[in-house]
């Protein structure tokens, strides 16, 4: 979906705050009555109209016409400004550039911080985006939050991924840096490197198929599965020898995309953990023609000596067990099955269809060529010229 902040830098006080009681007043109204925002508001003199009028032109409210009264919804834009907003205020986002990937629930964009212009990634979880047509056969769900249910949902999803980043980073496992999150976006570091799936080069493939399936072990001994472990969400690094170009090339891997994580406590843990495993096997033996000498691992062994339950841990810090079973019932009515269905699809001939944020086949040497897909990225100190600044 596009995210157009350039609107964003003209919004007045007055307007953000009409989209933000239009915010407030979705939480209990599918379609919010006009007199709510004007009170929840609580502008003096008469700015809300006006606000109304303009933050719905921008497309960041919309009117809902045929209802039984006069009123507006959040759009995904509103959504966006405003957790835009709050990352701007909070002086972690200064500008936002290119979109280097779209996902099927999510998009993602190159933005940058203020200051020092470091490189950053935004990642706009959307989970409504795809069918509602389950979503009305079972209202379970939007029985206390009207429309809002994608909104919410997509706002767990963000919540979720940002909680396992921040306690899998502080536990040393190799994952973005967690820089921030807002409603339905998370910011993180900017990994500069290709998913897996376009690494044509990988040296000895056993040592990089040793690293991965030690992580999922190392993962289970700290109560926790992936559940989408595979070659789209598993970022390489290629370190090679400055002096010799063809000598051997050193593969750092980087694991990301959290939202379908799950606990070895869960009923169905064996199955995910086997799943994630069965992924990789497949992987490196279709594109490496590699195959391990050993079978395994198996979940029985990897859960005998546990070192920490970060799934615990978690679940204590602010995203409870009940929101993980409402986002998952929420992912599994609707087939959210993040990017396991397309590796399972994919094959060795269509390795190069895989996604808008691919540069073809990139060879080790254009390993940078990866966030030139659109356009160019500088690591200057200054925000990227692509970038959009996000206020005056
Ligand atoms: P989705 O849920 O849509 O699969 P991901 O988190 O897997 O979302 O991100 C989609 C793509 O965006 C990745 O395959 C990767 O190419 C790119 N990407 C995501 N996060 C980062 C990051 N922190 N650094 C660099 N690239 C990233
Ligand atoms: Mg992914």
């Known amino acids: 979906m596009k995210l157009d ?59 809902v016409k045929n209802a039984r009264y006069d009123g507006y919804r959040l759009t995904y834009g509103g959504l966006d400004y405003l957790a835009l907003h709050t ?20 998009d ?52 979720k991924e940002f909680e396992f980043m921040k306690a899998l980073r502080r536990e040393g496992f190799p994952v973005p840096e967690p820089v921030g999150q807002s409603r339905h976006t998370v910011v993180m570091s900017l990994v500069d490197a290709f998913p897996l799936r376009q690494i044509s080069r990988v040296g000895e493939p056993a040592a990089l198929y040793g690293e991965l399936m030690g992580l999922i072990v190392r993962l289970a001994r700290y109560g926790l599965i992936h559940g989408d472990f595979n070659e789209f969400n598993i970022l390489v690094e290629e370190k090679m020898d400055a002096d010799d170009e063809d000598g051997p090339i050193t593969l750092i891997p980087t694991l990301i995309d959290f939202p379908q994580m799950v ?12 799943r994630d495993v069965t992924c990789i096997k497949r992987y490196f033996s279709r594109r490496f023609g590699f195959t391990a000498d050993e079978p395994g691992p198996f979940f029985k062994d990897s859960t005998k000596k546990l070192i920490k339950r970060l799934d615990v841990e978690v679940e204590a810090s602010g995203f409870s067990r009940k929101m993980a079973k409402t986002l998952e019932a929420y992912m599994k009515e609707h087939g959210v099955d993040g990017d396991a269905g397309e590796a399972e699809r994919s094959d060795d001939d269509d390795a ?41």
């Open 263 to 274: 606990s070895i406590d869960h009923v169905n843990a064996d199955f995910y953990f086997d």
């Open 87 to 106: 990352h701007t205020k909070a002086g972690t986002v200064y500008s936002v550039g290119n979109q280097i990937g779209v996902g099927k629930e999510s």
């Open 108 to 159: 993602i964009f190159v933005c940058a911080a203020p200051e020092t212009g470091r490189q950053l990634v935004l990642k706009i979880h959307r989970l409504g985006r795809i069918s509602f047509r389950t979503v009305k056969a079972n209202r379970d769900y939007l029985r206390n939050r009207a429309g809002g249910s994608w909104m919410y949902m997509s706002r767990l999803a963000a919540m």
């Open 352 to 392: 190069d269809d895989a996604g808008e944020n691919e540069t073809g086949e990139g060879e080790g040497q254009d390993a940078q060529g990866h966030h030139h897909a659109s356009e160019p990225l500088s690591p200057t100190p200054n925000p990227p010229t692509a970038t959009t600044a996000l206020t005056p």
């Open 5 to 63: 902040v350039k609107n964003i830098r003209y919004l007045s006080r007055d307007d953000w705050r009409v989209l933000t009681a239009t915010e407030q007043g979705s939480r209990n109204h599918e379609i919010v009555p006009t007199p709510l925002i004007a009170s929840l508001a609580a502008l003096g003199g008469g700015g809300v109209p006006k606000s109304i009028s303009a933050l719905a032109k921008t497309n960041l409210i919309a009117r």
